[in-house]
């Protein structure tokens, strides 16, 4: 994984309609959340909906969001990019949700999960690595994205990141078989 001020890979990868993004131009002026994310894992339909409010507030704060889908949509179509259309649109997803087919910007992050957010700051360094909340699925408490909005609010306030953060926790990312990271 990534550690905290490193320089996170440059990528460009297709939206479910084909259109290139690029890291920068999912960036806000003040940074960009990247989280790897699928459709069915049960950790990210459980933050889904306040990733998505979440994310609304902090575009406004300037700081935008992308969603990268790494998992090998052979083995899981429920993962392609037709259901990716939906669930975006189920959620209130109104940043870029994008198909890592060969599974490099994954691996370029160190992604081992879904979800896994990384916060890089506007020179595009990691500045936090951790969990959305301290929320679970079936673990009575409802998303709030508590961790990753305090390591936004630190990183904009101009003070060091979390000392301790929590890893996240979720689904292994389903490589693509003889695709692992080493």
Same mark, same amino acid.
């Given at each position: 994984?990534?550690?905290?001020?490193?320089?996170? !890979?440059?990528?460009?990868?297709?939206?479910?309609?084909?259109?290139?993004?690029?890291?920068?131009?999912?960036?806000?002026?003040?940074?960009?959340?990247?989280?790897?994310?699928?459709?069915?894992?049960?950790?990210?339909?459980?933050?889904?909906?306040?990733?998505?409010?979440?994310?609304?507030?902090?575009?406004?704060?300037?700081?935008?969001?992308?969603?990268?889908?790494?998992?090998?949509?052979?083995?899981?179509?429920?993962?392609?990019?037709?259901?990716?259309?939906?669930?975006?649109?189920?959620?209130?997803?109104?940043?870029?949700?994008?198909?890592?087919?060969?599974?490099?910007?994954?691996?370029?992050?160190?992604?081992?999960?879904?979800?896994?957010?990384?916060?890089?700051?506007?020179?595009?360094?990691?500045?936090?690595?951790?969990?959305?909340?301290?929320?679970?699925?079936?673990?009575?408490?409802?998303?709030?994205?508590?961790?990753?909005?305090?390591?936004?609010?630190?990183?904009?306030?101009?003070?060091?990141?979390?000392?301790?953060?929590? !890893?996240?926790?979720?689904?292994?990312?389903?490589?693509?078989?003889?695709?692992?990271?080493?």
């Amino acid at each position: 994984m990534l550690p905290p001020g490193a320089s996170a !890979p440059d990528f460009s990868l297709p939206d479910p309609e084909g259109n290139l993004i690029s890291r920068g131009t999912a960036a806000g002026p003040n940074g960009l959340v990247v989280v790897f994310a699928c459709n069915h894992c049960p950790f990210v339909i459980h933050l889904a909906d306040a990733l998505g409010a979440l994310a609304a507030g902090l575009a406004a704060q300037g700081v935008g969001t992308v969603a990268i889908n790494p998992n090998d949509t052979s083995r899981y179509p429920q993962d392609g990019p037709d259901a990716m259309r939906g669930f975006a649109a189920e959620h209130g997803w109104r940043f870029p949700y994008l198909i890592d087919g060969t599974q490099s910007v994954a691996k370029a992050f160190g992604a081992a999960c879904t979800p896994d957010f990384f916060l890089l700051d506007a020179a595009g360094r990691v500045f936090y690595t951790g969990q959305f909340d301290d929320s679970r699925p079936r673990g009575g408490l409802r998303a709030h994205g508590g961790d990753l909005e305090e390591a936004v609010r630190r990183m904009l306030a101009g003070e060091g990141p979390l000392e301790r953060p929590y !890893p996240s926790s979720g689904c292994n990312i389903k490589w693509i078989p003889g695709n692992e990271p080493d």
